[in-house]
């Protein structure tokens, strides 16, 4: 991967201008590419060869994945370009290492977690438009089928280039900077604490959350080319906090929120993340981890200001209201009690595995029900 802080322009068109990278395979999303005007941000030189393919679905899915992949068949290119939020760079990435050709199997692969490729097809340059996910730093892509969601992981995921520009994020309409920024948020605290966290994985969220906790609601509601560089990076390293560690039990019950109501990717995941927070807490001594997890709460603590979990999460509530994160299912419309059992059977078991204390489904119906 390769990366220069404070990313230029120059060195974009640089790296694009190259003999080599004539044919490039655009892909984006229509209102993100202008909203966040890349349209005008970008110029490519006429003699490259540019193949736009916008985004359709809202949620990375595998029906505009199998599209995706013949439309880059057909064109063959010399290079794919990610130009969007978490799912345009998810479909980049699996786009990039996987041959349509011999695409028949995938989804049987992706369902069973099988390894979906072995090489790398094509280099993958990708340029974030929105401060959560870092997926520009991360070795998995969420895609999902029939409404429920599957983590693909892989090295070959990795972009070999990313392009961090704060003036695409900075006049994102106010409900994606408050999501996609609570998502790095979130994404730093669940490092710290799953069972798969190491030395490196709680640098990079401990730095993650000192930009994050100091710029985000001035991100949201006054944003400057600061605070928006500052969230950028933020969520870049929160991406590099979870490319090791994986995420939690928020993010594991988010994604039927999802699915099933609509809910923003961050917004689902802010639903239960003070929840979770306590039960783990109230739970500490039956921790699975290798390491101590009051510690590591105590670096929560820290980052946050606060000396304890009533505080913590009184601060955690602070940030939503702030961000305009409803979490009162009525006022979301959701019937919690009716839709309990599909709720349930979508939770992704894969990151719930990383909870540092073992969660039941009767733990779940209680912390959705608090």
Same mark, same amino acid.
């Not at 999501?179 to 669940?190: H, L, N, R, T, Y």
């Not at 006054?222 to 939690?248: C, D, Q, R």
């Not at 923003?264 to 239960?272: K, R």
């Not at 783990?280 to 590591?296: A, P, V, Y």
């Given at each position: ?113 099988? *390894? %979906? /490729? +072995? ?5 993958? !340059?990708?340029? @974030?438009?929105?401060?959560?996910? =870092? ?107 979870? *490319? %090791? /560690? +994986? ?5 594991? !019950?988010?994604? @039927?929120?999802?699915?099933?109501? =609509? ?108």
């Amino acid at each position: 991967m390769n990366f220069v802080d404070n990313s230029k322009i120059s060195d974009f068109k640089k790296l694009l201008d190259k003999k080599k990278n004539q044919k490039i395979f655009l892909i984006t999303g229509k209102n993100s590419f202008y909203k966040s005007k890349a349209n005008k941000f970008f110029r490519f030189s006429k003699d490259k060869v540019i193949k736009y393919y916008f985004k359709v679905t809202k949620l990375p899915e595998f029906k505009e994945l199998s599209v995706i992949l013949k439309e880059v068949e057909k064109f063959k290119p010399d290079i794919i370009l990610a130009i969007g939020g978490g799912a345009v760079i998810d479909y980049a990435k699996i786009v990039s290492i996987v041959d349509y050709r011999l695409s028949k199997n995938l989804k049987f692969k992706l369902v069973n977690y099988e *390894n %979906i /490729s +072995k090489r790398k097809i094509y280099p993958l !340059v990708a340029v @974030p438009t929105t401060a959560g996910a =870092g997926a520009e730093a991360t070795s998995n892509a969420v895609i999902y089928i029939n409404k429920i969601k599957y983590s693909v992981e892989n090295s070959l995921l990795i972009p070999e280039y990313f392009f961090l520009f704060s003036n695409l994020i900075i006049n994102n309409p106010f409900n994606l900077k408050s999501s996609a920024g609570f998502d790095a948020i979130a994404q730093g605290v669940e490092s710290l604490i799953s069972m798969k966290s190491n030395k490196s994985s709680v640098s990079f969220a401990k730095k993650s959350l000192k930009l994050s906790l100091n710029n985000y609601l001035s991100f949201l509601h006054k944003p400057n080319n600061e605070n928006s560089k500052n969230m950028l990076f933020a969520s870049h390293l929160a991406g590099k906090a979870i *490319n %090791i /560690s +994986k995420t939690t039990g928020p993010h594991a !019950v988010s994604y @039927p929120f999802s699915t099933m109501f =609509g809910l923003d990717h961050g917004h689902a995941v802010s639903l239960t993340i003070e929840k979770f927070l306590l039960f783990n807490f109230k739970n500490i001594i039956h921790s699975k981890s290798k390491f101590n997890l009051l510690d590591r709460y105590k670096i929560i603590f820290k980052l946050f200001d606060v000396t304890n979990i009533g505080e913590l999460n009184d601060k955690i509530k602070f940030f939503k209201r702030k961000a305009k994160l409803i979490d009162d299912y009525s006022k979301l419309g959701i019937n919690i009690n009716k839709s309990m059992n599909k709720i349930l059977n979508q939770i992704s078991e894969l990151r719930l595995k990383n909870n540092p204390i073992r969660v039941k489904k009767n733990d779940i119906r209680e912390i959705l029900n608090d």
